[in-house]
């Protein structure tokens, strides 16, 4: 079991930048492939982001390419997402969420494939 906590999310101006963070706790950081994904009032939760466990493999929604950057730092039980060029259309609670990389046959996209979630961050990007 892993616990996952979310921070750095606030309100920001159109084409400013924030970073968040994913704090993880619990079992051993490096077994878990990570993921950030962002839910929009009235919408469902679409994927941003995901990250293999040695941080080798990453893979980007459409929405966030050549914008947003996934890390890791192993040594620090941390996930990052690094958001510039915010737009409008960016608002949204952002989550992290887990899953064990060994459990999975690669990069994964889909809600369903996550087993761990953090509560969420608020992004809001004004225009």
């Known amino acids: 079991q892993v616990q996952l906590v979310e921070s750095g999310g606030g309100l920001v101006q159109a084409g400013g930048s924030l970073r968040l963070s994913c704090a993880a706790a619990?079992?051993?950081?490096?077994?878990?492939?990570m993921g950030w994904f962002r839910q929009a009032p009235g919408k469902e939760r679409d994927f941003v982001a995901a990250i293999s466990p040695s941080g080798n493999v990453r893979n980007y929604a459409d929405s966030g390419k050549g914008r947003f950057t996934i890390s890791r730092d192993n040594t620090k039980n941390t996930m990052y997402l690094q958001m510039n060029s915010l737009e409008p259309r960016d608002t949204a609670v952002y989550y992290c969420?887990?899953?064990?990389?060994?459990?999975?046959?690669?990069?994964?996209?889909?809600?369903?494939?996550?087993?761990?979630w953090g509560r969420g961050t608020q992004v809001t990007v004004s225009s």
């Open positions: 619990g079992r051993t950081f490096s077994i878990y492939a």
């Open positions: 969420a887990a899953y064990i990389w060994a459990l999975r046959s690669g990069i994964k996209r889909a809600n369903d494939d996550y087993d761990y």
